[in-house]
């Protein structure tokens, strides 16, 4: 009966708070959160907010979901241009082709997710199986002709061949056995956790590479020189 309550009611006139309560059926005594953010920062953030308000009563009972229909790109204001939500080979659903050139960010992919009331297990794809359709989306991501042969030509040409349809997904053993168990973090699950520093105890990894199988590899390490007062160049 008092109506809006928070220190957010000074930035939104009358109208605008009358059209919210509209369209979130909100009646006396409801509690209404809002984030202002970039958009998948948004997402995630009231995404985490439902699973820690919503926790069902049942938490001891199997909830599995599957979760479809992600974004195929996403914006990067860094890069300034599209990235691969998942991976470059993802499908794109059959229906947003048309959207390929026009607007990416409306593109949805055949990608999907198994969750257990809460905790992702394991996630996939279906694969594009088309050169035509991996061109287009290769071209989104702001990749040039010649860069498209020289890193996926290989790619490209086995699907002149005819690659049939085909998808996979890989579920996480370990964040299984971790809901099977009770525990709340995966490294009591895992055989040979590693440390903070990503050091391995038991094998004493990461471990000095010598130069022969630097050799082996192709791989060359250098460190920059640099003038007096200047940060040295990181090795490469």
């Keep these: 009966q008092e109506g809006w309550r928070s220190p957010v009611v000074k930035y939104f006139d009358q109208a605008l708070l009358a059209a919210i309560e509209e369209r979130m059926e909100a009646m006396p005594g409801d509690l209404v959160l809002m984030v ?5 920062v948004c997402c995630n953030t009231l995404g985490q907010l439902r699973l820690h308000l919503g926790c069902p009563p049942e938490e001891n009972k199997p909830q599995f979901l599957w979760i479809v229909d992600f974004p195929l790109f996403e914006y990067s204001a860094e890069e300034k241009g599209y990235l691969s939500n998942h991976h470059p080979f ?3 659903l ?3 082709l048309q959207f390929l050139e026009t607007r990416p960010e409306a593109v949805r992919s055949e990608a999907y997710d198994l969750v257990l009331n809460g905790v992702e297990l394991g996630s996939g794809s279906a694969r594009i199986y ?3 359709i991996q061109e287009r989306v290769f ?3 702001g990749l040039s002709s010649q860069e498209v042969v020289d890193k996926f030509g290989f790619l490209l040409e086995a699907f002149e061949y005819g690659a049939p349809p085909h998808m996979g997904i890989a ?3 370990d964040r299984l056995v971790t809901q099977i168990t009770g525990d709340e973090s995966i490294r009591q699950v895992i055989a040979f956790p590693k440390t903070a520093g990503a050091a391995c105890l038991v094998t004493g990894a990461p471990a000095t590479v010598s130069p022969v199988q630097l050799s082996e590899l192709k791989i060359a390490v250098k460190t920059g020189g640099h003038k007096s007062g200047q940060t040295p160049s990181k090795p490469r």
């Design 36 to 40: 202002a953010d970039q958009w998948p």
């Design 90 to 92: 993802t499908a794109p």
């Design 94 to 96: 059959e229906e947003d």
């Design 130 to 132: 088309r050169r035509d």
């Design 139 to 141: 071209k989104v991501l």
């Design 171 to 173: 579920l996480g053993l």
